[in-house]
């Protein structure tokens, strides 16, 4: 299966949060997940191989997203293809997220209605709380490069990030915090320019 995605405001490359909610449509409901962005997408199209269980060659695909109920899982691999002639481009104000959210000196809060889907506004979150922590300064950024879930929230009141681990200038490990109940971790990786 081929996707045609669109690109995030001005960035080069395909968001992880516009991947993961067109995966989304592939995974049984309910299900507790893990997605890993392993290189990141330089493309508008990407190709979806979809396996039963993790498939032996699952390094060469750039995400993958496995995903289990207790009566089925999968395992769904991403490749990058050519882009298209014309690529499309979808705003992404992050600030109608960040500026009504509340900090806390470890974590982040948003309360209400988002005008993202969830995993959007969970990344828009942990980018915020890493920047205003300062951790790891300097020249690169912070890219979304995991998320394990015990299963995607459809209507939420409020949507808590607290940081959990950070290793230096390489990875941040945050707890996902759901209405007060934890339900996963999101990981950003440090990309230096």
Do not use: C
Request: charged letters at 25%; zero cysteines.
């Amino acid at each position: 299966m081929i996707l045609t995605l669109p690109f995030l405001a001005q960035r080069n490359y395909l968001h992880g949060t516009t991947l993961f909610d067109a995966l989304l449509d592939e995974v049984a409901a309910g299900s507790s997940l893990s997605y890993k962005i392993s290189r990141m997408i330089f493309s508008d199209r990407v190709r979806l191989e979809k396996f039963m269980e993790t498939p032996e060659h699952h390094t060469a695909f750039n995400v993958s997203l496995s995903w289990e109920t207790p009566s089925a899982k999968g395992w769904i691999g991403v490749v990058e293809e050519p882009a298209s002639e014309i690529e499309k481009r979808i705003p992404y104000p992050e600030e109608n997220v960040t500026s009504r959210a509340e900090f806390a000196e470890k974590s982040i809060s948003f309360s209400g209605s988002s005008p993202f889907s969830f995993i959007s506004t969970l990344v828009t979150l942990h980018k915020a709380l890493l920047l205003k922590n300062k951790v790891a300064d300097g020249n690169g950024q912070w890219v979304f490069t995991r998320l394990d879930l015990n299963g995607v929230p459809k209507n939420w009141e409020k949507i808590t990030v607290e940081m959990d681990r950070v290793l230096g200038r390489q990875l941040a490990k945050s707890k996902v915090i759901v209405d007060e109940v934890l339900i996963g971790a999101i990981y950003f990786s440090w990309l230096p320019k």
